[in-house]
């Protein structure tokens, strides 16, 4: 089988955000305007946290890019009513938009407050509108979304595949923050494949989840920092 | 058609067009605009082209649908970015389709400076150019244009020359004039020397904010990355020595963060140390004192100028004597105070003590093809900016009676200080290149619209930081939106309009022309050239992206040329009453001002502050508590100079006596993204320079700074509310992977 | 005769429901404003999307769900606290229980429409309905919000049934009365519809008490269902302090105890709007008084319990949200709660002269604005604080949201109104039956003691 995960080396990202503007263009996310975003409601389906630990002049920053985990538990997916968000057999936590009612308990139930909801309708200044990726529906109006491991491009690499009847090749398929992360932080990829990059950092010393202690068994794997 | 095939045909058909032309007028050579392949509606396809978003000249792919443009993501094989892009790159499709920009050419239809323009026909607008330059004597005109290092730059040299007008100016990034000037001393290179990041074991980084925006930052993140993670046994470690805890200074391992202005102190000191060590071969050590002849301060007499342990300072110093390739780097903030010059020649001079000189994991001179070698007149020299400055405030040479200005918006990128504001407005004509009404297109009688690089045939060489030499190069990949064009065309179009004593001068039909003759002339010294044919060797570089030099020609500089200037105390503008030093900064939010009009990097949160739509000053705890100041509580910044309002931001990681505030804010128009959106600090800073160099000194401002009232600011994150930082995020348990997620094969 | 005799008080309950009565006028058209302020509310939140609420992120849920449980709380007023009192053939129960079952049934209606007006696409709400549909897509009955929708469904019908059921022989009582003094009128048609041809015959009689006592047996499990339903609302997630396994009982405790206080402020403004002390007696003020002390007590234990356990766990997500409760920026809200739930009610209602109606009435109106503010600190001091601290977020809410709650505070007094105007709000023939039975219980014990008498002398 195959289960599609994330690597992300904190020790490569410097929070330059390349991640989190690519996510954007890839995914048609809105951009919510300064009065909305003062309320909170901003979406970056790819976010980069920001820690400070210790006190001047021996401050650390310290930060995390955090996006779906993917759980393998999810604690968004039982809650829905109407199965608008719910697993697939490759290991994502999928949405359908057209399903989902928007009763947003999904979102209060993800520990990584990872999704986000439109609030209203997404809004594109002619002809801003031209640049929207055809192969992602807009959102409308009252409906949850998230990141999606950019699932259109694991499709389109799928359908290349079969259609030169082979498997996937590991690293073919890249998410769109990772591949534009200039520091070569993220790294995607199936962890059922022991050979697969990913899976190979998975097993590494410097392994970790987010709020591992929940069970949620998250497909995004951060490597920590320092030595 | 596959695209491959399509642009085999286009290029042995533009390169037959080349053979034949041989002696005729190049005039029959149409400008390549969008290749049109024959697509079934729906199909994507991926077309390279060059991000000209900042001077680095990162190698980009775009996703093309139906004619559009949809997605920018990295060329693997541009030496410079390896596959990476910034936020600032991706948001080029928001200019691309911005729906503020600029497609006709734009008469002012009021007083100038009103907003007012109409629409004028392109060929008017070109006309009304070249009667423009008729109408002024030569030497009352002035150019600014960016662009300095490339063919577009060297147009415009030859542009002025062939008028009889000034060197043009180039606006920069003003510390990279101190740095250039900085590595001619401390390391003999005519231009930014090339320094091999990933390869060290250790990296002291004085004031260079090289993970910053504004210089190469995809380049230089992925160098810091691989320096961190790409070898298996040896972790580089990073150390920033910089008042500010920029975006570098939050990644390094260890972060000094010295009094501004005394950098080169605490480089002096760290020299002193590791000669006193003994550990310098006796060559080093004298090559060293040509650039330092004089003794150097000791480490006390530095923690006490820095305001840094001196333990730290020894620490620091040790590290990188023992570090099997230790490498130092200068600039940024450092190379902005009066005494900016002898702080960056100290830093990069201690690469001569170290023997870091054409070694891996240290310092390389820089490398072009020299593509610009016969379009330049033969003696090069530019115009200072701030010379430019005096003479638009009369103060010295000609007055100027008609500016152009390509693709650069000096109103708000230079100091107040220097009255470019008040001046422009005294200039009688006033020519703009650029596709969005910024603070100088505001100020101009015309403004021609500029083509974004996807609809444009674009080469670019960047400037040194990959190492090797890197000409981006390709076709448009989309249908222009409007009239806009190349600023390179549309110089060749005034050009070919001038009298025959200019005209002649300027026969190629295009810049993609240009481009396509100068390759073809000097192919024999373009990398990977032997054996192939001009028109071969150039549609197989379109085919990848560009022409990419080869690493095995790096080259050692040639070391220390003269003696620098020895380290005086920073000068400061501002007296007692002003008891901040300001320091302003690029962020990824808006860069240096190209980003503001864009919604996706105005909602961008700044990594540091997570400040969305609009701008703010950071503040140390300590100092806020004093003025009363709340984080979000609307602040007056104040400087001899001028005054803004902005946002105060309560920052824990700002040393204390220090303020910064992002560049690229307050303006008066430039779209609806950015119109009246927060403050541009550079109305703060005043007009002093750095010792030897004409570059301003935009960290020498003090300033003070008062309560104004209650503000709210768009934050992403949460904000620091005072009290020990302490947030480390739950869940980073130091335990391994837990045994609930299973993975198949041996732990590694 | 439909039941037993009449009593003699009996007119000031059955005045109401004719002719034009000021008093209620007035109120159903001040609440009636408030009902178009609600509906006003809504239809501009569906016209301009959710997003005019003052939600976002992380505060998913505000206003709406505090409502929502709020109302749900509520309406535990009456079916329960009457079926409580039925099972238990308590007396003094008889003047009560009618006014609390409408309590009931209107909580629940308004309570029912919050999770609607909460939805982000209200208009495809259906969808968590088992519709058959050709795609086979069933609703998610492994959700909360599922159980939700089936519990309060159930609830809501049983609390109809239990109101309208007894309210038969009072409607058939009035068509009766109405037949003799406005035989063409329209309302006498309603009541001649509403009293199903209720003739009381012994046969109807008992079919009514066999099916009253069943629906009184069942509605007490259904009624605790709900309401730990909606607390597992709460308690399924794994967000801190939400995480519970004390929610049930204690959203049941929560619920009953604003009940009462619902019903004692209720009680208190119609005893005084109607002038039936006569059958809201002090005595009924008492002993509703005893049961409000209570849950007070109770809720307070619970509480106590609750808090203590986070406390002393100590886990770190879930002491962020109880150090915003107790010294942050929800402890004006937290210690507010405390006074008026716990504080105030154990100082008043201890003592007999506290539990008089207008004391009692105070410690009601209190404990429903401290029902309310729990509650909200529930559902947004929990989400403003999420585990990853960079996201932590903020919450006020918007007009819509004010007016959405001010008016469904109107419409629950509008259907309440409208109510007094349709029906005798305290049941005659229970009361009668009460008074029946007293009468009948002394008249034997007359003739016992007659019988004894004359035994002794003969
Ligand atoms: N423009 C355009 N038109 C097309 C096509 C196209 O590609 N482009 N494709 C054509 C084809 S191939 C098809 S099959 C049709 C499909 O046409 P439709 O069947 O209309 O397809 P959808 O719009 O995907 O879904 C219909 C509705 O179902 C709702 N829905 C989701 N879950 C449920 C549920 O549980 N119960 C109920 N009752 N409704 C639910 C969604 O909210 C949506 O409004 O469209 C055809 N028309
Ligand atoms: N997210 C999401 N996914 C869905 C659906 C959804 O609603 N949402 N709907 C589902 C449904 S109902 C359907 S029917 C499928 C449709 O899925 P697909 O069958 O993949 O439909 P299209 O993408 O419309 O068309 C496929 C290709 O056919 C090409 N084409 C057009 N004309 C011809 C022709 O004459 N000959 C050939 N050889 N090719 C031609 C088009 O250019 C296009 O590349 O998608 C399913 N998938
Ligand atoms: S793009 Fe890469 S380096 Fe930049 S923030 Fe994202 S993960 Fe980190
Ligand atoms: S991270 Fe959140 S949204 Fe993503 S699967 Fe896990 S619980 Fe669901
Ligand atoms: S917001 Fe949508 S996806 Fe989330 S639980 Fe509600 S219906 Fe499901
Ligand atoms: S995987 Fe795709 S959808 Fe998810 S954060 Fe990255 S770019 Fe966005
Ligand atoms: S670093 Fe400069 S050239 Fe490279 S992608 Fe970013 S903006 Fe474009």
């Known amino acids: 089988m195959t289960r599609w995960g994330m690597a992300i080396d904190t020790d490569r990202c410097t929070g330059c955000g390349a991640c989190a503007v690519a996510c954007h263009a890839e995914n048609n996310i809105q951009t919510v305007g300064e009065v909305e975003a003062a309320r909170g409601r901003a979406m970056h389906w790819m976010r980069i946290e920001r820690y400070y630990e210790g006190v001047f002049p021996d401050v650390k920053v310290r930060f995390q890019p955090v996006l779906c985990q993917q759980c393998g538990h999810a604690p968004c997916e039982p809650v829905c009513p109407v199965y608008a968000t719910y697993r697939t057999p490759e290991g994502l936590n999928a949405m359908v938009y057209a399903r989902c009612i928007g009763t947003r308990y999904c979102a209060n139930n993800c520990p990584y407050t990872t999704r986000y909801f439109n609030w209203f309708a997404p809004e594109f200044d002619a002809p801003l509108e031209r640049q929207l990726n055809p192969s992602v529906s807009v959102r409308p109006a009252g409906v949850m979304e998230k990141c999606t491991f950019c699932v259109q491009r694991i499709q389109d690499a799928q359908e290349v595949a079969a259609q030169e009847e082979r498997e996937v090749r590991d690293g073919e398929i890249k998410t769109a923050c990772s591949q534009s992360c200039p520091a070569q932080a993220i790294t995607f990829g199936d962890l059922d494949d022991p050979e697969s990059l990913v899976a190979l950092l998975a097993r590494t010393e410097r392994t970790t989840h987010l709020l591992e202690d929940l069970s949620t068994e998250p497909s995004v794997i951060y490597l920590r920092g320092g030595r | ?748 | 005769m439909s039941g037993p005799a009449a009593s003699i008080h009996e007119e000031a309950l059955v005045r109401p429901l004719s002719g034009f009565r000021p008093k209620l006028f007035f109120g159903s058209l001040v609440t009636g404003l408030l009902v178009a302020v609600l509906f006003y509310s809504w239809g501009y939140q569906i016209v301009n999307d959710i997003g005019v609420a003052g939600i976002n992120r992380p505060v998913f849920w505000g206003f709406y769900i505090v409502n929502f449980v709020f109302w749900i709380g509520i309406s535990h007023a009456g079916t329960l606290i009457s079926a409580i009192l039925r099972v238990t053939q308590a007396e003094w129960r008889r003047p009560v229980t009618r006014c609390a079952e409408a309590i009931t049934t209107f909580a629940l209606m308004i309570g029912g429409l919050f999770p609607l007006i909460h939805l982000g696409r209200p208009w495809i709400f259906w969808y968590m309905i088992p519709l058959p549909n050709e795609r086979g897509i069933w609703p998610n009955f492994r959700s909360p919000l599922m159980w939700d929708v089936l519990a309060i469904t159930t609830y809501l019908m049983g609390s109809i049934l239990y109101l309208l059921l007894p309210m038969i022989p009072d409607f058939a009582i009035i068509r009766d009365k109405r037949l003799r003094e406005y035989p063409k009128g329209l309302k006498t048609l309603f009541f001649r519809v509403a009293a199903l041809g209720w003739r009381g015959t012994p046969q109807q009689w008992f079919s009514l008490e066999a099916g009253i006592k069943a629906m009184a047996v069942v509605i007490i499990p259904v009624a605790v269902s709900v309401h730990t339903i909606v607390s597992w609302d709460f308690a399924m997630a794994i967000q801190p302090m939400w995480h519970s396994t004390i929610f049930g009982p204690y959203f049941v405790v929560g619920a009953i105890y604003s009940g009462v206080a619902v019903l004692m402020v209720a009680m208190y403004l119609l005893r005084k709007g109607l002038g039936i002390h006569e059958y809201l007696s002090d005595k009924v003020f008492n002993n509703l008084g005893l049961m409000f002390l209570a849950f007070a007590m109770l809720w307070s234990y619970f509480t106590f319990a609750e808090h203590l356990t986070v406390w002393y766990g100590n886990e770190h997500a879930e002491r962020a949200v109880f150090d915003g409760r107790i010294t942050g920026e929800f402890s004006g809200f937290f210690w507010t709660m405390i006074i008026v739930n716990t504080v105030i009610p154990l100082l008043i209602l201890p003592w007999p002269k506290g539990r008089k109606p207008l004391g009692t009435a105070i410690v009601g109106l209190g404990v429903l604005v401290g029902m309310w503010i729990e509650r909200y600190l529930i559902v947004v001091g929990t989400l403003s604080t999420p585990r990853l601290e960079y996201t932590q977020g903020f919450y006020t809410p918007s007009w819509v949201e004010i007016g959405i709650l001010v008016g469904s505070v109107g419409l629950f007094g509008f259907l309440y109104f409208a109510f007094l105007q349709l029906a005798p709000i305290v049941s005659l023939w229970e009361v009668r039956e009460g008074e029946h039975l007293t009468h009948r219980a002394f008249a034997a014990e007359q003739a016992l003691r007659a019988g004894r008498e004359g035994a002794s002398h003969g």
């Open chain 2, 1 to 748: 058609m596959r695209r491959r095939d399509f642009v085999k045909a286009t290029s042995v058909a533009a390169g037959a067009t080349l053979l034949e032309g041989c002696g005729s007028p190049e005039e029959q050579f149409i400008v390549q605009r969008v290749r049109q392949t024959p697509e079934l509606p729906g199909e994507s396809g991926w077309r390279f082209s060059v991000c000209r978003q900042c001077a680095a000249g990162c190698g980009i792919v775009v996703r093309v649908v139906d004619g559009d443009a949809k997605k920018i993501e990295g060329n693997q094989a541009h030496p410079v970015n390896k596959g990476g892009v910034c936020a600032l790159g991706h948001s080029l499709l928001q200019e691309l389709y911005n729906p503020d920009r600029i497609l006709q050419a734009q008469r002012s239809s009021g007083n100038r400076g009103s907003g007012a323009f109409e629409a004028v026909a392109w060929d008017d607008a070109i006309a009304q150019v070249v009667s423009a330059i008729g109408a002024v004597p030569a030497d009352r005109i002035a150019i600014v244009a960016s662009d300095r290092s490339g063919l577009t730059g060297a147009l415009w040299r030859r542009f002025a020359a062939a008028l009889g007008a000034p060197a043009p100016a180039f606006l920069e990034a003003p510390e990279l004039e101190v740095e250039r000037r900085a590595a001619q001393l401390a390391l003999g290179t005519t231009d930014l020397p090339y320094f091999d990041i990933a390869n060290a074991d250790c990296v002291l980084s004085i004031g260079a904010p090289i993970l910053d925006p504004g210089r190469s930052q995809v380049h230089f993140t992925r160098a810091f990355a691989d320096m961190r993670r790409a070898r298996p046994t040896r972790r580089g470690r990073f150390i920033q020595a910089e008042a500010r805890m920029s975006l570098t200074a939050a990644n390094a391992d260890v972060w000094l963060p010295v009094r501004p202005g005394t950098e080169g102190v605490l480089a002096r000191a760290i020299a002193g140390h590791i000669l006193a060590s003994g550990s310098v071969p006796a060559d080093a050590a004298r090559r060293y004192r040509v650039l330092f002849p004089g003794d150097a301060p000791s480490t006390a007499d530095a923690a006490t100028q820095c305001d840094v342990p001196e333990e730290r300072i020894v620490a620091v110093a040790e590290e990188l004597r023992t570090a099997e390739r230790g490498l130092v780097i200068g600039g940024g903030s450092a190379a902005a105070h009066s005494n900016g010059l002898a702080n960056v020649a100290a830093a990069l001079g201690l690469n001569v003590l170290l023997g870091n000189l054409g070694r891996v994991g240290g310092v390389f001179a820089p490398a072009s093809l020299g593509l610009t070698r016969t379009v330049e007149p033969s003696n090069p020299a530019d115009s200072p900016i701030a010379e430019l400055a005096a003479r638009l405030r009369g103060e010295s040479g000609e007055p100027v009676e008609l500016l152009i200005v390509a693709d650069a918006d000096p109103v708000h990128a230079l100091p107040a200080g220097w009255g470019i504001r008040e001046a422009i407005g005294r200039v009688q004509t006033v020519i703009v290149l650029s596709s969005f009404r910024d603070d100088t297109a505001l100020q101009a009688n015309l403004i021609l619209p500029l083509a974004t690089e996807l609809e444009r045939f674009e080469a670019y060489e960047s400037p040194t930081s990959a190492g090797v030499a890197a000409l981006g190069l390709a076709e448009a990949v989309v249908e222009p939106m409007g009239d806009g064009q190349h600023p390179a065309d549309i110089l060749l179009a005034v050009a070919r309009a001038l009298p025959e004593s200019v005209a002649s001068r300027f026969t190629w039909a295009s810049y993609e022309a240009l481009v396509r003759a100068r390759v073809g002339e000097d192919l024999a010294r373009m990398p990977g050239s032997a054996g192939a044919t001009a028109s071969a060797y150039l549609s197989a570089a379109i085919d990848r992206g560009g022409i990419f030099g080869d690493a095995a020609a790096m080259s050692a500089p040639s070391g220390p040329t003269g003696a620098a200037p020895e380290l005086p105390g920073a000068l400061s503008e501002g007296g007692p009453e002003y008891a901040f030093g300001l320091l302003p900064f690029a962020s990824v939010k808006n860069g240096d001002g190209r980003g503001a009009n864009r919604p996706w990097l105005q909602e961008h949160p700044d990594p540091l502050s997570t400040v969305m739509w609009g701008s703010w000053v950071e503040l140390s705890p300590a100092d806020a508590a004093e003025l009363g100041i709340h984080d979000g509580d609307r602040v007056r910044v104040e400087s001899q100079t001028g005054s803004v309002e902005t946002h105060a931001v309560i920052d824990p990681a700002v040393r204390p006596g220090v303020v910064s505030m992002p560049l690229g804010h307050g303006y008066a128009d430039n779209g609806r993204y950015a119109q009246g959106r927060g403050a541009n600090v550079m109305a703060l800073v005043g007009a002093g320079r750095v010792d030897g160099t004409t570059a301003s000194a935009w960290a020498a401002t003090r300033v003070r700074i008062t309560r104004v009232g209650e503000g709210t600011m768009v934050r992403f994150g949460r904000r620091y509310e005072g009290g020990e930082p302490e947030l480390i995020p739950v869940g980073w348990a130091p335990q391994q992977t837990s045994q609930l997620v299973q993975i198949r094969g041996a732990r590694v």
